[in-house]
Nanobody, 120 residues
Framework: QVQLVESGGGLVQAGGSLRLSCAAS????????MGWFRQTPGKEREFVAA????GSYANYVDRFTISRDNAKNTVYLQMNNLKPEDTAVYYC?????????????????WGQGTQVTVSS
């Protein structure tokens, strides 16, 4: 059974930082591109970043950095200089294709999400 478990969300003031983690189990981590998406109420889930096994990445938000520790089956999202508009539920996702994609429907597995709230 594949599980993606996010952690690290919370409440932070504008200008602050958070690091999200996503621990994966039940899959061959090296076979998957890992991504982060976010969603606010009433809006579509939007792409944030994705990273391949080798560390190649695609990043939608310049203030954020995605990374992965393949030995720990974990992917991270370092978020700096957070803004109120970054407030959302952040989701980790796994995609078995070989090229990072921003298309959420192409991801095979999803975590339950972690709330990030940025106060002004």
């Amino acid at each position: 059974q594949v599980q993606l478990v996010e952690s690290g969300g919370g409440l932070v003031q504008a200008g602050g930082s958070l690091r999200l983690s996503c621990a994966a189990s039940g899959l061959t981590f090296s076979s998957y591109i890992m991504g982060w998406f976010r969603q606010t109420p009433g809006k579509e889930r939007e792409f944030v970043a994705a990273i391949t096994w080798s560390g190649s990445y695609a990043n939608y938000v310049d203030r954020f950095t995605i990374s992965r520790d393949n030995a720990k089956n974990t992917v991270y999202l370092q978020m700096n200089n957070l803004k109120p508009e970054d407030t959302a539920v952040y989701y980790c996702a796994a995609d078995r294709s070989s090229v990072p994609t921003i298309v959420k429907d192409l991801y095979d597995y999803w975590g339950q999400g972690t709330q990030v709230t940025v106060s002004s």
